[in-house]
């Protein structure tokens, strides 16, 4: 993925800081990974219903750690700091939700050396975090979608895996 990056900025005038990962569930860990892996690379990553850097190692791990059963590898953390936004179902029954708290947490630590404020944003769609450096930057954010499951929220009731109603984690 990093390399195709590199193929695609030789043929196209890209903004190598605008070039995000996203994905959801199996796609978030992947996103998760290729962002902390290739930090030069990918300026942000976006992480739908997926699981935290160094969760699984093979499909019996996935599977514990999808439902909860799994605790993260501390040698697996983030290294360098990536933007970072999540997003998770509260209704998730694939994916439990511990596993959005788990990679703000792994983003959280990446950022150690900088004082991150805390803002929760509530309502009745979902509840929003941010975390921000001193001159008000956003760094950090997850969004708990209320009634959310395990499907990209505001996408198009045309596609698999979406849930139309909620906040579009697409913008």
């Known amino acids: ?43 942000a990553v976006g992480a739908h219903s997926g699981l935290p850097l160094g969760a699984a190692h093979d499909v019996g791990s996935a599977f514990a750690a999808m439902h909860g059963g799994a605790s993260v590898n501390a040698a697996a953390a983030m290294q360098h700091s990536v933007a970072t936004i999540v997003f998770h179902g509260d209704q998730d029954r694939t994916v439990v939700v511990a596993n959005a708290d788990a990679i703000v947490g792994q983003a959280l630590g990446a950022h150690s050396g900088a004082a991150l404020e805390r803002e929760t944003l509530a309502s009745d769609d979902c509840t929003r975090t941010l975390y921000r450096d001193t ?30 109603n909620g906040p579009d984690a697409s913008a």
């Open 135 to 164: 001159a008000g930057r956003v760094h950090i954010e997850q969004w708990l979608v209320h009634g959310g499951a395990h499907a990209w929220s505001g996408g198009s009731a045309a596609g698999s895996h979406t849930q139309p």
């Open 1 to 43: 993925a990093a390399e195709l990056v590199g193929d695609v900025a030789e043929q196209h005038p890209i903004d190598p800081r605008r070039v995000f990962v996203a994905g959801l569930s199996a796609g978030a860990a992947m996103a998760v990974i290729l962002g902390a892996r290739y930090p030069d690379v990918f300026a």
